[in-house]
Each structure stands twice: as structure tokens, then as C-alpha cells.
């Protein structure tokens, strides 16, 4: 059976609304953070653009379809990659999606209504083919690089890069409605790779959603009046503010710093199995420990439910490690108040400014990847970020008694 164009563009719009749906639906029922919120956009805009095409399809001639077509599917993949950046930890760079979106209707818009159905068609394909390559690539690095599921769907953009970086060329050499492109890169084709792609990706990124629910969901701990955690570190927000602040004083003075990233493991099984009041004797178990081994210079933070952060001052690299194992044996060895037949364990992710640029987003993401690795090794371990960046310091003495 052989179905014509238009009934093919109508059924890759249900399965976009169906896949985009899912991936909605699941997602508000599990977390909503900044890249759930990217990535329900990007689907928004498949749904929006499979609904455009799909109707252009079935009534052709409509101008403003290819307009909204075209700058919603250039968005789909826009935010995608943003997306990507932000669950490595990286800004999302919003304007630069709103540029490719901006510059994808204005292709169309400056051909006018005589356009046709493939005015600012190269246009689209090229941004479509830039953004699915800048996604593949960062679903291979950063945090992403050590889920299963982020390498699918990196593998799954470069595809879509590589199919509409030849499907952009096939249209500025042979043109829109000549043979060869209608038989290697017509529609046909386009809706096969659109189909495979969202189906995909909804099931790729939905994954990833779970899985980062289930590792990092927040859950209530101790707390005080206000509504302040009272265990006796900072806030996520009041710790960055203070490790950035550490760090560039550290800069000047040409000292050197370790960010250590401290997860408890299976503190949702302790909640589960012994009840919250347990899951918050662990928190403050940790914590307590933190303020016992950790230098008295070192800021102390806690990143999210399960998971705890310690910038200290280090003299050489192998201080960054000790202070890590000394975190660990003294977790390990701990005895939970109410609970002392349970025994915890912690996967920890350290980096330092001798192995790491000396930049708080970097040694996070170094640390986050550290701690990745020992996590997917079974926990109760500490894990050292591969070197990413030589740093060259000048110890300048006069300077640092200055400063």
C-alpha cells in the first residue's frame, strides 16, 4: 500500500501529539526543573509544527503554515539541545534558540506569500541539521555522557543531522521538486526520519526523566521554623553563591580548591523501608559528619535530597582525595540516631583546580561526572575527575599578601 503525502503528514502529526503527550503528561507527574521544562517545550513545538505541516498537507496554499511550520520545528530541536545543556549542568542559552527560531520564519517571510510550500526551506534544514548536531554532541559529554539513554539520544540527533545536512544540499543542488530529491529526500522519506525520531526521543528523554525523579527527587528533611533546613549546611542556592565567592578569592591568590560531591546511596530505600524520620537521621548523619571531617575553611552545602557538596582549600592533589576518603570511612562507620542497625554508604565525585579549569560550573560538572562513575560501580566509593584542563598558576607572593 503506498499512502499519499498528505495522509503520511497527517500521520506523523498524531504521532508527534501522541509521543509529545506522553512525554507531557509523564513529566508533570515526576519533576518539573528547568530541563523538563525545555524539553515540554520542544515537544510543544513538534506537536505545533506536525499540526502546521499536516494541515498544510490537507489544504495547501496557506502561507502562514510554512511560516509557523518551519520556525516550530527548527524550535523542537532548539530546545532539545537546550535541554541537553541543561541537564549537564550548562546554561541553556535561550536567545540563541529564539535566534534560530526568529531567522527560520523570517527565511519564509522574506520570500512572501508567492514563496511556496519550500520558501526558507534551505534555511530550516540547515538550522534543523545545526541543532540536532549540537544535541547529539552534548548528549555524548557532560553528566550525559554516562547514561545509557542520553547516548541513544544523542545517537538518534547525529542522524537527524547527518539526514538533514544531505536533505539541505540535495535542495540547493537539485532543487525542491526534482526527481532525485523527491525520491532520496521527499516526503516520504522526511516523515520516516521525523517519525523515528520522535518516537525516540520521547522515549530517550522520558527515561531520562525518571531516572533523574528517582536519583534526585527532593524530599522534606529536617526543618525549623521558616521553613529553613536546620542540619546545619547551606542551602543549594546560599552554596554556590559562597563556593563561587571562595573560588575567585582563591583565584587571586593563586591557592587551589576541591569541589567534592557527596550522594548517600539508597536514601529513597531508607525512606521506603524505615520511614521518612530514618531517611532524615541520614541527612543529619551526614551532615554531621561533614562539619566533623571536612577543614574548618571548607563551605559545606546540601544539592539536593540525597545529595551534599564540600568546596575546601587544598595544598596538593592528593589532599582532594583524602578529604573524600575520610568523608566516606567516617559515613560508613556512622551510627544513625534511632536506627543503629543501619549502616550507610555514599558514592562521592571529587575534582580540583590541578586537574580542572578553575571555574565552579566546570569543577561541577567534573565532580557530577566523577560521581556518576561511582555510582554506576555500585556506590560506597570515591571516584577522581579525569584531568580536562591543565591550569598554570603563578604563585605570585607579594600579590597574595596583598590581597
Not at 39 to 48: K, V
Not at 189 to 202: G, K, N, Q, R, Y
Request: proline letters at 3%; one cysteine or more.
Amino acid at each position: 500500500m503506498v499512502l499519499d503525502p498528505a495522509t503520511l503528514m497527517v500521520m506523523s502529526a498524531l504521532i508527534t501529539i501522541l509521543a509529545g503527550t506522553s512525554f507531557i503528561l509523564n513529566t508533570s507527574i515526576q519533576r518539573v526543573d528547568i530541563v523538563s521544562r525545555l524539553w515540554t517545550i520542544a515537544f510543544t513545538n513538534g506537536m505545533l509544527a506536525g499540526l502546521a505541516y499536516g494541515f498544510d498537507a490537507v489544504s495547501p496554499g496557506s502561507w502562514i503554515t510554512i511560516v509557523v511550520g518551519n520556525a516550530a520545528i527548527v524550535g523542537a530541536i532548539a530546545h532539545v539541545w537546550a535541554g541537553c545543556r541543561a541537564y549537564n549542568g550548562r546554561r541553556p542559552l535561550i536567545l540563541v534558540v529564539l535566534a534560530g527560531i526568529v531567522a527560520a520564519a523570517v527565511a519564509v517571510l522574506l520570500r512572501g506569500p508567492d514563496g511556496g510550500e519550500w520558501a526558507g526551506g534551505a534555511e530550516m534544514l540547515a538550522l534543523v541539521a545545526l541543532f540536532a548536531l549540537l544535541a547529539g554532541i552534548e548528549g555524548l559529554s557532560g553528566a550525559m555522557s554516562t547514561r545509557v539513554n542520553a547516548r541513544s539520544l544523542a545517537v538518534v540527533m547525529l542522524v537527524v543531522a547527518a539526514f538533514y545536512v544531505a536533505r539541505c544540499v540535495g535542495l540547493i543542488l537539485f532543487g525542491p521538486y526534482s526527481d532525485t530529491f523527491r525520491t532520496y529526500f521527499g516526503t516520504s522519506l522526511a516523515t520516516f526520519i521525523t517519525i523515528l525520531f520522535t518516537v525516540s526521543s520521547a522515549v530517550a528523554m522520558t527515561s531520562l526523566q525518571v531516572e533523574r525523579a528517582y536519583s534526585d527527587r527532593p524530599v522534606p528533611g529536617p526543618r525549623e521554623r521558616g521553613g529553613a533546613f536546620s542540619i546545619g549546611v547551606l542551602a543549594t542556592d546560599a552554596f554556590e553563591d559562597g563556593a563561587r565567592d571562595r573560588i575567585d578569592r582563591a583565584r587571586r591568590r593563586s591557592s587551589s580548591v576541591a569541589l567534592i560531591l557527596i550522594r548517600i546511596d539508597g536514601l529513597k530505600e531508607i525512606n521506603t523501608a524505615f520511614g521518612r524520620a530514618t531517611g532524615d537521621a541520614a541527612l543529619q548523619t551526614v551532615a554531621t559528619v561533614l562539619r566533623t571531617v571536612t577543614p574548618t575553611s571548607a563551605v559545606l552545602g546540601r544539592q539536593r535530597s540525597a545529595n551534599f557538596a564540600v568546596l575546601a582549600m587544598v595544598s596538593e592533589p592528593q589532599a582532594t582525595r583524602e578529604i573524600a576518603e575520610a568523608i566516606l570511612a567516617e559515613i560508613v562507620e556512622a551510627r544513625l540516631e534511632g536506627a543503629s542497625d543501619i549502616r550507610l554508604s555514599a558514592s562521592i565525585g571529587v575534582a580540583d583546580s590541578f586537574t580542572v579549569a578553575f571555574d565552579f560550573d566546570k569543577l561541577r560538572e567534573a565532580a557530577l561526572v566523577a560521581l556518576d562513575r561511582a555510582r554506576d560501580a555500585g556506590g560506597n566509593r570515591v571516584e577522581t575527575a579525569v584531568q580536562t584542563q591543565a591550569v598554570p598558576r603563578r604563585i605570585d607572593r607579594s600579590r597574595a599578601a596583598l590581597d
